[in-house]
T-cell receptor, first 111, second 114 residues
Framework: DAKTTQPTSMDCAEGRAANLPCNHSTISGNEYVYWYRQIHSQGPQYIIH???NNETNEMASLIITEDRKSSTLILPHATLRDTAVYYCIVRPSNTGNQFYFGTGTSLTVIP | SQTIHQWPATLVQPVGSPLSLECTVEGTSNPNLYWYRQAAGRGLQLLFYSVGIGQISSEVPQNLSASRPQDRQFILSSKKLLLSDSGFYLC?????????????FGDGTRLSIL
């Protein structure tokens, strides 16, 4: 699986957009980008995923650069409940079973 | 919609005692099922996965075993727990078929061995 690089921590003011970057410069053509978050003492929560195109759902937007070497997760209006560790994962769609969670970005939403 | 349930949420067991953790999925059929362990401050380690009833694959040698007696039921067991079995155990499911589908995780069981 391609390696990802994320900032260790970020702060965001409540009500503002939270933009979480992820670098995956070694991504292959068949690898998807997935985003999860984990609130302390809970299981990882799936947020969004994409292959090439930008994606949006009720939780967030995923912006993937044209060369696919980086992506940004956007939480449009951050709330205190969005405080969590956010994981960017890159893996092929059709091989293996393990989702490798790295160290992620610890996002703190500040009132 | 699909949901995944794990129980119990927390468990404290003495060394040498048996273990049974249960995971069930609702709202889907014939899912792939997974057991992970997350040690404190570390990433997730895949322990077992299953593509169907009675079909179990082990990813790492260990003191634990898994079983899938029904399509949407996945059980993690041990005959004799070790101190090193402490951790946060997560069950996940994933639909078959469409490419790129994510895994969906339960809320986990926090296991402490004394």
């Amino acid at each position: 699986d391609a390696k990802t690089t994320q900032p260790t921590s970020m702060d965001c003011a409540e009500g503002r957009a939270a933009n979480l970057p992820c670098n995956h410069s070694t991504i292959s053509g068949n690898e998807y980008v997935y985003w999860y978050r984990q609130i302390h003492s809970q299981g990882p929560q799936y947020i969004i995923h994409g292959l090439k195109n930008n994606e949006t759902n009720e939780m967030a937007s995923l912006i993937i650069t044209e060369d696919r070497k980086s992506s940004t997760l956007i939480l449009p209006h951050a709330t205190l409940r969005d405080t969590a560790v956010y994981y960017c994962i890159v893996r092929p769609s059709n091989t293996g079973n393990q989702f490798y969670f790295g160290t992620g970005t610890s996002l703190t939403v500040i009132p | 919609s699909q949901t995944i349930h794990q129980w119990p949420a927390t468990l404290v067991q003495p060394v040498g005692s048996p273990l049974s953790l249960e995971c069930t999925v609702e709202g889907t059929s014939n899912p792939n099922l997974y057991w992970y362990r997350q040690a404190a401050g570390r990433g997730l380690q895949l322990l077992f996965y299953s593509v169907g009833i009675g079909q179990i694959s082990s990813e790492v040698p260990q003191n634990l075993s898994a079983s899938r007696p029904q399509d949407r039921q996945f059980i993690l067991s041990s005959k004799k727990l070790l101190l090193s079995d402490s951790g946060f155990y997560l069950c996940a499911w994933r639909p078959k078929g469409a490419q790129g589908q994510p895994q969906h995780f339960g809320d986990g069981t926090r296991l402490s061995i004394l």
